[in-house]
């Protein structure tokens, strides 16, 4: 069974801080990781998108994949409490055409 | 307005009735997906098509079917519907990995449909 592994959480850091949140994945051959961010009672929201091994910034977000270790994680810099969402890992497993298999979230609570 | 939009956005309907929801996407991507959203399960597929006339079973596709006759709409029909399928419905986009460049396999959701069976 090709899964995606989240801690659900909360996870609870203060205005300011880094938030670190972290995804493994189960299939080798992996090739596309996604960040979403999905506030109570709202959609998926993309946020990263992530294809290659090292670091992608944007903004305030920064993804990181290792492929060896099955590994993803994100990383949001100068939390806000508007930062207070859902955090759904996503990963196209090569299955299903384009269809990503999603980790069951993180909630991450941003305190002022 | 461009995007992706589902409807009705709530609905209420009895154990046994036939439900169909809509989705329409007007970005002319190849690729719509239907997933659900429940607690302690996340988001999971139940079926997808990679274009006009194709489409193939997800992870849950059991009591659903889909049809796909034009390529911006997706709609889904739950043929007799049970208490389990209580949920919140999502539709989603993507390009066809060809014409993806850079973007590959990105999904956009559109806004939820929250079905509740009674």
């Known amino acids: 069974q090709k899964e995606v592994e989240q801690n659900s959480g909360p996870l609870s850091v203060p205005e300011g801080a880094i938030a670190s949140l972290n995804c493994t994945y189960s299939?080798?051959?992996?090739?596309?990781f996604f960040w979403y961010r999905q506030y109570s009672g709202k959609s998926p929201e993309l946020i990263m998108s992530?294809?290659?091994?090292g670091d992608k910034e944007d903004g305030r977000f920064t993804a990181q994949l290792n492929k060896a270790s099955q590994y993803v994680s994100l990383l949001i810099r100068d939390s806000q409490p508007s930062d207070s969402a859902t955090y759904l890992c996503a990963v196209n497993m090569g299955q299903a055409g384009t269809a990503l298999i999603f980790g069951k979230g993180t909630t991450l609570s941003v305190s002022s | 307005d461009a995007g992706i939009t589902q409807s009705p956005r709530y609905k209420i309907t009895e154990t046994g009735r036939q439900v169909t929801l809509m989705c329409h996407q007007t970005?002319?991507?190849?690729?719509m997906f239907w997933y659900r959203q429940d607690l302690g399960h996340g988001l999971r597929l139940i079926y997808y098509s990679a274009a006009a006339d194709i489409t193939d079973k997800g992870e849950v596709p059991d009591g659903y079917v889909v049809s796909r006759s034009k390529t911006e709409n997706f709609p889904l029909t739950l043929e007799s519907a049970t208490r389990s399928q209580t949920s919140v419905y999502f539709c989603?986009?993507?390009?066809?990995?060809?014409?993806?460049?850079?973007?590959?396999?990105?999904?956009?959701f559109g806004p939820g449909t929250r079905l509740t069976v009674l």
């Open positions: 970005w002319s991507h190849s690729y």
């Open positions: 992530i294809y290659s091994n």
């Open positions: 989603a986009s993507s390009e066809n990995p060809g014409l993806a460049g850079g973007r590959l396999h990105e999904q956009f």
């Open positions: 299939d080798r051959v992996s090739q596309s």
